[in-house]
């Protein structure tokens, strides 16, 4: 049970991410960068967690998953205090690449240490359902925290020194991977599971229309309302908001997630037109978007594209999954999450140049495709809801 106990704290400081209510404000305010720039270091950032998965996964098969994890930690502090000192565009490059190398070592080993943990003790195993649900939430009440109260952190001990304070959670994290024990059972390499994610994106995309087209709507349409996290800094910078305002939109962002998650099961005669109609209500708020000039309507229509953009998927998944025959499950769900960080990889490139023509360029353009992407996917959704 220790060692479960050390794993919850590692996800809790891990989860600090202080910077991320102000990484905008970081990049021109201190480094001195635009905003095109922005968009493509996040890109950059998706581009190299992607493409480190595989090779990252040597480490775990190599030596341990437990080394891993140490190693992702390490980088990660690096990461940090590289952005601390950085001051020109080739060092923030650096920088996400040093954080992107920590978070490859460490999500896949991560996931697959907890779950051997339990199976080396068949009474744990018992509680292991319970036990990531709470790991989930975990993450969760991390991202909250360190939203909130990282817009405040930048304002009274300034933004220069986000990412600094930042290094403190993930040293903390390193620190209980260290008193870590590996599991017992290592039967699956990471490299071997790495690569059988990347292949069922293959085996979705040559599956049946029907589950096709499914599975580009699964990743597409969370792909497109995750750029919302991207946008929400330049709009605030747009009307010049106070560094408070980006922690608690942020923090809003997460909360209507959790609280929609909480609440909607209880409607269970609505979750049927929540989902056929959720795209036509998305677009409307990127419209919206579009057109307000105010802030506290932008800000409304961002957190609840939030909200329902990435909790669309938990309650959709349930009607697919029926389905789905229980051998290619596993493998179409690996290939819509590998799916959807290619499609929000390209987004972020594509956003970091249209960003320079307007805004509200972008909130339209993002309004279209989310119609275009209705009406071309409603027809089969129909047929499972």
Same mark, same amino acid.
């Given at each position: 049970?220790?060692?479960?106990?050390?794993?919850?704290?590692?996800?809790?400081?891990?989860?600090?991410?202080?910077?991320?209510?102000?990484?905008?404000?970081?990049?021109?305010?201190?480094?001195?960068?635009?905003?095109?720039?922005?968009?493509?270091?996040?890109?950059?950032?998706?581009?190299?967690?992607?493409?480190?998965?595989?090779?990252?996964?040597?480490?775990?098969?190599?030596?341990?998953?437990?080394?891993?994890?140490?190693?992702?930690?390490?980088?990660?502090?690096?990461?940090?205090?590289?952005?601390?000192?950085?001051?020109?565009?080739?060092?923030?490059?650096?920088?996400?690449?040093?954080?992107?190398?920590?978070?490859?070592?460490?999500?896949?080993?991560?996931?697959?240490?907890?779950?051997?943990?339990?199976?080396?003790?068949?009474?744990?195993?018992?509680?292991?359902?319970?036990?990531?649900?709470?790991?989930?939430?975990?993450?969760?009440?991390?991202?909250?925290?360190?939203?909130?109260?990282?817009?405040?952190?930048?304002?009274?001990?300034?933004?220069?020194?986000?990412?600094?304070?930042?290094?403190?959670?993930?040293?903390?994290?390193?620190?209980?991977?260290?008193?870590?024990?590996?599991?017992?059972?290592?039967?699956?390499?990471?490299?071997?599971?790495?690569?059988?994610?990347?292949? /069922?994106?293959?085996?979705?995309?040559?599956?049946?229309?029907?589950?096709?087209?499914?599975?580009?709507?699964?990743?597409?349409?969370?792909?497109?309302?995750?750029?919302?996290?991207?946008?929400?800094?330049?709009?605030?910078?747009?009307? /010049?908001?106070?560094?408070?305002?980006?922690?608690?939109?942020?923090?809003?962002?997460?909360?209507?997630?959790?609280?929609?998650?909480?609440?909607?099961?209880?409607?269970?005669?609505?979750?049927?037109?929540?989902?056929?109609?959720?795209?036509?209500?998305?677009?409307?708020?990127?419209?919206?978007?579009?057109?307000?000039?105010?802030?506290?309507?932008?800000?409304?229509?961002?957190?609840?594209?939030?909200?329902?953009?990435?909790?669309?998927?938990?309650?959709?998944?349930?009607?697919?999954?029926?389905?789905?025959?229980?051998?290619?499950?596993?493998?179409?769900?690996?290939?819509?999450?590998?799916?959807?960080?290619?499609?929000?990889?390209?987004?972020?490139?594509?956003?970091?140049?249209?960003?320079?023509?307007?805004?509200?360029?972008?909130?339209?353009?993002?309004?279209?495709?989310?119609?275009?992407?209705?009406?071309?996917?409603?027809?089969?959704?129909?047929?499972?809801?």
């Amino acid at each position: 049970m220790k060692n479960i106990i050390l794993m919850f704290w590692a996800r809790f400081f891990n989860g600090l991410h202080f910077f991320s209510s102000v990484i905008l404000l970081y990049f021109t305010d201190v480094v001195g960068l635009s905003v095109s720039d922005y968009f493509f270091l996040q890109a950059m950032f998706s581009f190299f967690v992607f493409f480190l998965e595989i090779p990252t996964g040597l480490v775990a098969d190599r030596f341990s998953r437990r080394f891993s994890l140490i190693l992702g930690g390490v980088f990660a502090v690096l990461g940090c205090l590289t952005f601390f000192y950085a001051r020109s565009f080739n060092l923030i490059l650096l920088a996400q690449f040093l954080i992107a190398l920590g978070f490859a070592l460490t999500s896949g080993a991560f996931e697959s240490l907890f779950y051997d943990l339990h199976t080396d003790d068949y009474n744990l195993f018992e509680k292991y359902n319970r036990n990531l649900a709470f790991l989930n939430n975990l993450n969760l009440i991390a991202i909250f925290i360190s939203t909130l109260i990282g817009s405040l952190i930048a304002k009274f001990f300034g933004l220069v020194n986000i990412y600094l304070i930042t290094s403190f959670g993930f040293l903390l994290g390193t620190i209980c991977f260290l008193f870590l024990s590996d599991s017992k059972n290592t039967s699956q390499g990471e490299v071997k599971r790495n690569k059988s994610i990347l292949n /069922s994106v293959f085996s979705v995309l040559r599956s049946n229309v029907k589950l096709r087209v499914l599975a580009l709507d699964l990743a597409f349409v969370p792909a497109v309302c995750f750029m919302s996290i991207w946008l929400y800094q330049p709009f605030l910078k747009s009307f /010049s908001a106070s560094i408070i305002f980006y922690g608690v939109l942020h923090a809003s962002m997460v909360f209507m997630q959790v609280a929609i998650n909480f609440i909607l099961p209880y409607f269970k005669h609505s979750i049927d037109y929540y989902i056929k109609y959720s795209q036509v209500f998305l677009a409307t708020m990127f419209f919206v978007l579009g057109i307000a000039n105010n802030i506290w309507i932008g800000s409304i229509c961002l957190v609840f594209i939030v909200g329902v953009g990435l909790t669309r998927n938990t309650f959709l998944n349930k009607e697919i999954n029926s389905h789905i025959k229980s051998s290619f499950r596993s493998t179409f769900f690996s290939g819509v999450s590998m799916l959807n960080q290619l499609i929000r990889m390209i987004l972020t490139f594509l956003l970091g140049y249209l960003i320079n023509i307007s805004f509200s360029f972008v909130a339209y353009l993002l309004c279209l495709v989310l119609l275009i992407s209705f009406f071309y996917t409603r027809k089969f959704e129909a047929s499972i809801i």
